[in-house]
């Protein structure tokens, strides 16, 4: 797909689950269809985000982020996922009885918490 004159790829697999789209370039494009785009929805009060955004959003939609709220030290069970990991059916998988101890210990589980001040809460904040 061609985009300010510029090859790109466009999908919606958008990771805040906000309705929207991902543009995907080369290097050398990246700057020109940024400004393109942010020309072009300037009339619509459009504004550059970035991760601090897409956390709080990811977070309010409950979609995990390898490395923070799962990881290779925190399961699925840990990281709140237990809709995803049928613990309870008879169909056997790898791991499934590691994550029914690790569900049994319940040692850490994910929270979260609301923010009263300004600042979006990123990894190795003090709660």
Same mark, same amino acid.
């Given at each position: 797909?061609?985009?300010?004159? !510029?090859?790109?790829?466009?999908? %919606?697999? =958008?990771?805040?689950? &906000?309705?929207?789209?991902?543009?995907?370039?080369?290097?050398?494009?990246?700057?020109?269809?940024? !400004?393109?785009?942010?020309?072009?929805?300037?009339?619509?009060?459009?504004? #550059?985000?970035?991760? =601090?955004? %897409?956390?709080?959003?990811?977070?309010?939609?409950?979609?995990?982020?390898? =490395?923070?709220?799962?990881?290779?030290?925190?399961? #699925?069970? &840990?990281?709140?996922?237990?809709?995803?990991?049928?613990?309870?059916?008879?169909?056997?998988?790898?791991?499934?009885?590691?994550?029914?101890?690790?569900?049994?210990?319940?040692? %850490?589980?994910?929270? =979260?918490?609301?923010?009263?001040? !300004? #600042?979006?809460? %990123? &990894?190795?904040?003090?709660?």
């Amino acid at each position: 797909f061609e985009l300010a004159g !510029k090859k790109v790829l466009i999908s %919606r697999t =958008g990771y805040t689950g &906000e309705d929207g789209f991902e543009i995907y370039t080369d290097n050398e494009s990246i700057v020109h269809l940024y !400004k393109e785009v942010m020309k072009a929805g300037e009339e619509f009060g459009i504004e #550059p985000c970035g991760l =601090g955004c %897409r956390d709080t959003l990811r977070f309010e939609a409950m979609l995990p982020l390898y =490395g923070h709220e799962i990881s290779q030290d925190i399961s #699925p069970v &840990e990281g709140g996922l237990n809709f995803f990991v049928k613990l309870d059916q008879e169909a056997d998988f790898i791991g499934k009885e590691a994550l029914k101890k690790i569900k049994e210990e319940k040692k %850490r589980t994910l929270v =979260g918490f609301e923010m009263i001040d !300004k #600042p979006i809460p %990123r &990894e190795g904040y003090e709660i």
